[in-house]
């Protein structure tokens, strides 16, 4: 079933269920269908920008149902998590850097240098909500397992990275300029920091 995905990507992307299905197989037994499912991941992450946090939010649903009993599968999958917000940083920096080649392009021809891309649109901004990724990284930060507060550190830092990162992006391509003049938000890894990072791990 996770080889035909690829190809009906576009209506994958379109239905919830199969971003909350997706993540189980995963954890398979079998490598070639753990494969499979992080692939077909980052498929909809790259190719379907409307649908990125999406993923990320069937990714998390998974994880903070998985037992305490199972920290490898855990700690695993949080940093899966983790890649998908950073592919996601990845693909802004790339369609930016498409868009401004454009834009050279149609500048050196005399054309509409700022026309807008038809590939990205603004509901990516506003569908990331920082604050349900910052919340799954805090609750395991109580974790036992040293290895898995490591980890949900480093998903806090993408939170904090990638947010920067949309924000910085939708005041560059929709021209709100508002945006750049506003005090930055507070996430949990600014008060983590402020007060200290090593006191999670002693």
């Keep these: 079933m996770l080889k035909c995905i690829p190809h009906l990507i576009e209506e994958v992307g379109r239905n919830d269920k199969m971003t909350d299905i997706i993540p189980q197989h995963g954890i398979s037994i079998d490598p070639g269908v753990r494969e499979e499912a992080v692939q077909v991941l980052n498929r909809i992450v790259r190719f379907l920008p409307n649908r990125r946090f999406a993923v990320l939010k069937g990714m998390a649903n998974f994880i903070v149902k998985l037992p305490d009993e199972f920290p490898l599968l855990i700690q695993t999958s949080l940093g899966r998590l983790v890649e998908?917000?950073?592919?996601?940083?990845?693909?802004?920096?790339?369609?930016?850097?498409?868009?401004?080649?454009?834009?050279?392009?149609?500048?050196?021809?005399?054309?509409?240098?700022?026309?807008?891309?038809?590939?990205?649109?603004?509901?990516?901004?506003?569908?990331?909500?920082?604050?349900?990724?910052?919340?799954?990284?805090?609750?395991?930060?109580?974790?036992?397992?040293?290895?898995?507060?490591?980890?949900?550190?480093?998903?806090?830092?993408?939170?904090?990275?990638?947010?920067?990162?949309?924000?910085?992006?939708?005041?560059?391509?929709?021209?709100?300029?508002?945006?750049?003049?506003?005090?930055?938000?507070?996430?949990?890894?600014?008060?983590?920091?402020?007060?200290?990072?090593?006191?999670?791990?002693?």
């Excluded at 990284?137 to 036992?144: E, P, R, Y």
């Excluded at 920091?193 to 999670?200: A, I, L, Q």
């Design 84 to 202: 998908l917000m950073r592919l996601w940083r990845v693909c802004l920096s790339e369609e930016v850097l498409a868009k401004d080649m454009q834009n050279t392009r149609r500048s050196s021809i005399g054309g509409d240098a700022l026309q807008r891309s038809p590939f990205h649109r603004p509901r990516d901004v506003s569908e990331f909500r920082a604050s349900e990724m910052d919340a799954v990284g805090l609750v395991f930060l109580s974790s036992a397992d040293v290895q898995i507060r490591l980890t949900a550190l480093e998903l806090l830092r993408c939170v904090r990275a990638l947010k920067n990162d949309l924000r910085d992006y939708s005041a560059n391509e929709w021209g709100d300029n508002k945006l750049k003049l506003e005090p930055e938000p507070i996430f949990i890894i600014d008060i983590i920091e402020e007060n200290g990072v090593s006191s999670f791990f002693l």
